[in-house]
């Protein structure tokens, strides 16, 4: 298997043979000729090299995808492209470990959540809206029209035809899977460019894809970056009919000035500067436990990742002791370690823009309860991507360390008094992705979380997710709504039949 990543290894030799990671287009893998580095954070090795997609191999792949969108998959059933998905998702399963060795040597995260989190929904994406576009249902109105006739009006939905779908580090595996499952299900064909950072997962997914025999065009896959590369290419193209796009605020503003020449439909899932609030009468352990998740996970990298802390003034103190004792118990080490909680951040790079924000934080006069440095640990992950686990207190909200998303493991914790107070704090915000409120009182949960401006609010719990539910953010963080038949939604040209009977 040509693509396949070599699984991470501690050991210091560098691999013998670097794979090439090809293009998938019209069926075919494509070496284009050009290629760039994949780096491993966890060490600073060379893992694969990655064919970058130009202007030729993106045309080519958006004309594979508008042919193959007038042939037979236009005119594919509910069932069989149900089967399709459903066999996309056993793939992944039948790879489960190449999967996770993929995602874990792109991104150095604990072995422990690429299985558990990563790959598990990638499965679960595919699954999902397979089973989804079987009971999805349609609204039919029934009235009378003027001349005393009835009228019944309905509603179907049909594919858009090519979809562009752009995705970031993060989570790459699940984040391009919430995308490619949806369209394909509604009869879309895709063009999917994955991160830079992270091309690995979805060179096994395109290979899985193949596997499953989906007509060529359908799926295609092409590598690259943004601005003059791949990402630019597809996302200027006349040629496809929507762009559905996750990654940082500033480059969805770029991709829609782009779908703008076209009035092309676009989805943005963007930045967040996301705030936990905890109240005085909050279960204190799952307070802590559930702070600790929602500052740490992944490295501080979710988009939902908390990095505003509110917590009321009479256990404020008390919160930010244990808060920083858990913190200084958490194991920062290799992604297969026994016990890790946290890796390095994706890249050297990302890396550069955290402690940017580290020292920036000192410069405005917060106090380091916590961390704010690069661990030293006398082996190969000197050469990694590592941060430590920070928080930090005393910024007023001005600082721009409280306003702009770092997307590193990084919390700022302030103390407030009143409820009104901390939702209005809540809400100064250019973003609003995300919230979470912790308290016991009922009425509290209900009157806070219903006054956040976000897309979501969790209430004693987070990152939990149906994927029945909308999805998206409010302000800078996002346009749109996907999961669900949200998702059915906007991968579809939705229809009214209006019928005189
Ligand atoms: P990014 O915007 O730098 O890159 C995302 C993708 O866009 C990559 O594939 C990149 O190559 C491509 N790209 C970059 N510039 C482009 C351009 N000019 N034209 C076309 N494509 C371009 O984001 P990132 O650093 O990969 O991801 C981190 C960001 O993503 C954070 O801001 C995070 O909050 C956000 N995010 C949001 C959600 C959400 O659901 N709201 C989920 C995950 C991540």
Not at 353 to 373: F, N
Not at 379 to 399: C, F, N, S, W
Not at 407 to 435: K, M, Q, W
Request: a negative charge.
């Amino acid at each position: 298997m040509v693509n396949t990543p070599l699984p991470k290894s501690r050991a210091a030799k560098p691999p013998a043979a670097v794979p090439l990671l090809r293009c998938f287009v019209d069926g075919a893998w494509v070496d284009t000729g050009k290629s760039f580095d994949n780096i491993n954070p966890v060490n600073g090795q060379l893992i694969s090299h990655v064919c970058e997609a130009g202007q030729d191999t993106v045309n080519a792949a958006i004309s594979a995808a508008n042919r193959a969108a007038q042939g037979s998959w236009k005119h594919s059933t509910v069932s069989e492209r149900a089967a399709f998905l459903h066999c996309i998702a056993d793939g992944i399963e039948q790879r489960f470990d190449d999967f996770v060795a993929a995602e874990v040597a792109d991104t150095g995260r604990p072995v422990h959540q690429a299985r558990t989190l990563d790959v598990a929904r990638g499965i679960a994406n595919f699954r999902t809206f397979a089973d989804l576009i079987k009971t999805s249902s349609s609204d039919l109105f029934q009235s009378d029209g003027p001349d005393g006739a009835k009228i019944m009006s309905y509603v179907i939905r049909k594919p858009l035809g090519t979809i562009g779908i752009i995705s970031p580090w993060n989570l790459p595996l699940l984040l391009l899977t919430w995308k490619v499952a949806p369209a394909l299900a509604m009869g879309n064909c895709v063009i999917a460019k994955p991160s830079e950072e992270t091309p690995s997962s979805a060179t096994l997914l395109a290979e899985v894809i193949q596997a499953a025999g989906l007509p060529n065009g359908v799926f295609n896959l092409i590598h690259g970056f943004g601005p003059d590369s791949a990402g630019q290419f597809l996302s200027t193209s006349p040629h496809i009919d929507a762009i559905t796009f996750t990654g940082e605020s500033r480059t969805g503003s770029t991709i829609m000035k782009a779908a703008a020449e076209g009035v092309k439909e676009v989805s943005f899932e963007l930045g967040g500067k996301n705030a936990a609030v905890v109240f005085a009468d909050a279960d204190f352990e799952a307070a802590i436990a559930g702070v600790m998740k929602s500052s740490f996970t992944n490295s501080g990298q979710v988009c939902l990742c908390s990095e505003r802390v509110y917590v009321e003034r009479p256990i404020f103190d008390r919160f930010v002791a244990a808060l920083k004792s858990r913190t200084e118990q958490l194991r920062v080490d290799f992604p297969d370690a026994e016990g890790v909680d946290m890796g390095p951040l994706v890249s050297h790079a990302h890396r550069d823009k955290v402690l940017s924000y580290y020292k920036l934080a000192r410069d405005e006069g917060a106090t380091v309860v916590s961390g704010g440095g690069v661990p030293v640990f006398g082996d190969e992950r000197d050469q990694g991507a590592y941060v430590q686990p920070t928080i930090i207190t005393g910024l007023p909200d001005t600082a721009r360390c409280v306003r702009e998303e770092i997307f590193g493991p990084i919390c700022h914790i302030s103390p407030f008094d009143t409820e009104a107070e901390v939702i209005e704090r809540v809400n100064d915000s250019a973003y609003g992705l995300a919230g979470c409120v912790w308290t016991t009182n009922l009425s509290r949960a209900h009157r806070v979380s219903s006054q956040f401006e976000t897309g979501i609010v969790w209430v004693n719990t987070w990152f939990t997710r149906d994927l029945r539910t909308p999805f998206g953010g409010a302000k800078l963080s996002g346009l749109g709504r996907e999961g669900g038949r949200y998702s059915l939604d906007f991968y579809s040209e939705i229809s009214t039949i209006c019928m005189k009977l």
